[in-house]
């Protein structure tokens, strides 16, 4: 088992910034690539960004893509997103979620955090 918490959401002007923290714990954290997600009111949880197990690979959906970074720190066993440039549309609740292998599907994520809101206003 792998638990996941994320910590950083909150409330931000649009165009302002914020840094999402997924903690792990339970098994070996570099053995597992990581991906956050997003789900707003009334929609699907969707693809943000995902990391290869060493850091090396990321991945971003294209509505975030220069915007948002995603890295982690294996000595820490934390992944992180940095979110520049928000807009009111990225308000939603974001997940951590781990996976053997990197994807951005969202059936192949085997563990998940509990979500961290994060709200954009205009």
């Known amino acids: 088992q792998v638990q996941l918490v994320e910590s950083g959401g909150g409330l931000v002007q649009a165009g302002g910034s914020l840094r999402l923290s997924c903690a792990a714990s339970g098994r070996t954290f570099s053995n597992y690539a990581m991906g956050w997600f997003r789900q707003a009111p009334g929609k699907e949880r969707e693809f943000v960004a995902a990391?290869?197990?060493?850091?090396?690979?990321?991945y971003y959906a294209d509505s975030v893509k220069g915007r948002f970074t995603i890295s982690r720190d294996n000595a820490k066993n934390t992944v992180y997103l940095q979110m520049n440039s928000l807009k009111p549309e990225c308000t939603a609740v974001y997940y951590c979620a781990a996976t053997r292998v990197a994807t951005i599907h969202l059936g192949g994520y085997e563990y998940w955090g509990q979500g961290a809101q994060v709200t954009v206003s205009s």
């Open positions: 990391i290869s197990r060493s850091g090396a690979s990321t």
